[in-house]
């Protein structure tokens, strides 16, 4: 019975991962054929499909309406975990700066354009042009949207425990805006430091492996956790603060 049950779950998951693809690329037409929103929705599915087919659950949290908010938030994060970019695609629905590009690219043909379309910003963070550019579209990503979701540790390299940028603080002080910190508890995701940036191992190692959850949550009463009107000498411990004490 075991072995019909496991048999069973890889049949799902791997349903869900043939229509998760088939999502992904149906974007492809649409895009050429000008439905820009269309395509981004098709991408939000993608990434939910994806998650699910990997046995990943996302529970998003919050106490309030966030995505209502009139003056728009800079959202940050604690990213830990490869899987991010597909949270914030399929559940946060929210425009990000992403360093994924680089690798996704490799296994989801025109990455990038499917990125650019849902408002994310791709990032180099090897390449200071690249750095320089993608501050200059942040701006009119708010403008456009009203929010985007930084990750202040840049990647998964750095800990947001040890270094945090200024970056959200730019942002937020020029749009008037608040710092929303959303924390994200991991379960045994099961990866190791050198699968975080290979596709392919983080694809055959979640497939076969049992179901996690992955929290995202964002309270009202951590919004002035973070002041934007802080020192910009005191901006980077201040993040570091806020989710060593969240940590678990």
Not at 112 to 126: E, K, P, Q, R, S
Not at 128 to 134: D, F, G, K, P, Y
Not at 155 to 167: E, P, W
Not at 193 to 220: G, H, M, N, Q
Request: charged letters at 20%; proline letters at 4%.
């Amino acid at each position: 019975m075991r072995l019909i049950s496991v048999f069973c779950r890889l049949l799902a998951r791997l349903f869900l991962l043939l229509s998760a693809y088939l999502a992904y690329l149906g974007q492809l037409p649409l895009l050429a054929l000008g439905y820009k929103k269309s395509a981004s929705m098709l991408s939000s599915v993608f990434s939910r499909r994806l998650l699910k087919s990997l046995g990943v659950n996302v529970v998003v949290k919050s106490n309030f309406d966030w995505s209502m908010s009139v003056n728009g938030y800079v959202h940050i994060y604690n990213h830990e975990n490869p899987l991010d970019v597909f949270i914030i695609q399929g559940y946060l629905r929210l425009p990000s700066i992403t360093t994924a590009s680089s690798h996704l690219g490799k296994v989801l043909p025109f990455f990038d354009l499917c990125a650019n379309n849902a408002g994310h910003i791709l990032l180099d963070h090897m390449n200071s042009e690249s750095r320089r550019t993608s501050v200059l579209r942040s701006f009119d990503v708010m403008s456009t949207y009203g929010q985007i979701i930084i990750a202040p540790n840049g990647s998964l390299v750095t800990s947001i425990y040890q270094r945090a940028s200024r970056s959200p603080q730019v942002l937020a002080r020029k749009f008037s805006t608040r710092i929303a910190p959303w924390v994200f508890r991991y379960g045994d995701i099961g990866l190791s430091r050198s699968d975080l940036y290979s596709p392919i191992a983080i694809l055959v190692k979640r497939f076969t492996a049992p179901e996690v959850d992955i929290t995202c949550s964002l309270w009202e009463e951590d919004l002035d956790s973070i002041p934007v009107s802080l020192p910009k000498n005191l901006f980077e411990n201040a993040v570091i603060d806020f989710y060593c004490s969240r940590k678990e």
